[in-house]
């Protein structure tokens, strides 16, 4: 196996898992990540344990599946980056295009400086994880230098000389025995439901509340950095949902809501936090003790609220109906956490057309266990652009892929 050679589409959880096996195994993987930083969504997942003991989030793996990928010799990584087209005779034959990349690896010693003295916000991004490194990349939509080049203050700075603005493209011909489509998931983008996100200062989606608690340790409200006295979680936005034509349960939601609530209240444990649910989909062989203990702590209510509105203070006035009392009830929260559903992430449309692989009925690519992937010899698909999925039910089906596209080398062999 040591002559063959794999392309992975995608440095997510599935993408780093699969590439580690295949590299242990020895044989080289070529892994194509489109943004800056490996790791997907779940690399800015915080750690959820509770008093050291874990609750099974799956953050740890993660970083464990990134720090080996980084490392290893038969890994060639390239951040950045996009698949152009690609055809098959033999063998697959990639063309992959590398965004410039500004700051130099081999020269950056991520000491933040760029980031410091940089004026404005967001044109230097910093990642989640330092196994990223570069820990931070330019952006080039909000860079002032590439407006009208006024402002060159991160290359000034950097005591190292590894930011050179005038980087180009780059273009690469990958050969590979083999391709792993592994692009991951979209959260679901809340702005369109009666909830005030993007015009409501406190309200943010559960993503974002993940990266809060793991750069912060604790929740803040967005509009002034203070702490807030009362907390609403609401499930299934964008999920089991007819009128966004998102019918499917996103598995995870209701899982990483109740581990960052029950995280809140151990770290702040002053903040009242209630939980909206239809349902609450079980995780796991723990999941009664947690959710007995969950509930302890957390006020539940089973019901999904109506409008929301923002008061002048910020803080928001949430209706919802009393499943008891079957009344219209009003309450005032400092901060509304969305749990937005899992989609199917932009471009894999043209993803579908270029391997020609069929979406299933919810538009996720079709799996390889159904036995209806890809019409191209080769192609195998694994993680969350296969549908809904936890991180260790990632880390499983990227190890399922791998030994499938095991056995098709060794079929090749026949």
């Not at 990584?77 to 500004?102: C, D, M, V």
């Not at 559903?341 to 057309?353: C, L, Q, V, W, Y």
Request: glycine share 8%; net charge positive; hydrophobic share 35%.
């Amino acid at each position: 196996m040591a002559d063959k050679n794999v392309l992975i589409i995608g440095g997510g959880v599935a993408g780093l898992s699969a590439a580690v096996e295949f590299a242990n195994l020895g044989i080289h993987v070529d892994l194509v990540e489109k943004s800056d930083f490996l790791g997907g969504h779940a690399i800015s997942y915080a750690c959820k344990a509770i008093h050291d003991t874990c609750v099974k989030c799956g953050a740890c793996m993660v970083e464990e599946k990134l720090q080996s990928a980084v490392s290893h010799p038969n890994i060639k990584i390239l951040t950045g980056s996009q698949l152009q087209n690609i055809s098959k005779n033999h063998r697959f034959s990639a063309s992959i295009r590398q965004k410039p990349l500004y700051i130099d690896r081999e020269k950056c010693t991520n000491c933040g400086l760029c980031l410091d003295r940089c004026p404005v916000d967001r044109a230097i991004l910093q990642g989640f994880s330092k196994n990223n490194h570069p820990f931070y990349a330019v952006n080039k939509e909000k860079c002032l230098y590439f407006k009208d080049q006024s402002c060159t203050i991160c290359k000034d700075e950097c005591p190292e000389s590894a930011i050179g603005l005038d980087k180009n493209a780059s273009e690469y011909a990958i050969e590979a025995d083999a391709v792993l489509i592994a692009i991951g998931f979209q959260p679901f983008n809340p702005k369109d439901k009666p909830y005030g996100y993007g015009c409501f200062k406190n309200v943010v989606t559960g993503l974002e509340l993940e990266r809060m608690l793991k750069q912060s340790g604790g929740a803040k409200k967005p509009s002034d950095k203070k702490l807030p006295q009362k907390i609403a979680f609401v499930q299934c936005v964008g999920s089991r949902d007819a009128k966004v034509n998102h019918l499917w349960c996103s598995k995870v939601c209701c899982g990483s809501a109740l581990r960052m609530a029950r995280l809140i209240k151990e770290r702040q444990p002053e903040i009242e936090i209630t939980f909206f649910y239809m349902d609450v989909q079980t995780f796991g062989k723990d999941f009664e003790q947690f959710y007995r203990e969950a509930r302890e702590k957390i006020r539940m209510i089973r019901a999904i609220p109506g409008d929301f509105y923002e008061m002048e203070d910020h803080r928001l006035k949430v209706n919802f109906v009393n499943n008891s009392t079957h009344e219209t009830v009003e309450e005032i929260f400092d901060l509304v956490v969305l749990s937005v559903g899992i989609t199917p992430i932009e471009g894999i449309g043209s993803m579908s057309r270029m391997f020609r692989i069929g979406p299933d009925e919810f538009g996720f690519l079709k799996t390889n266990d159904k036995k209806i992937s890809a019409t191209i010899n080769g192609v195998f698909t694994a993680g969350t652009v296969q549908g809904p999925m936890s991180i260790p039910e990632t880390v499983a089906g990227a190890r399922s892929a791998v030994w499938k596209i095991i056995n098709y080398f060794i079929g090749l062999k026949r």
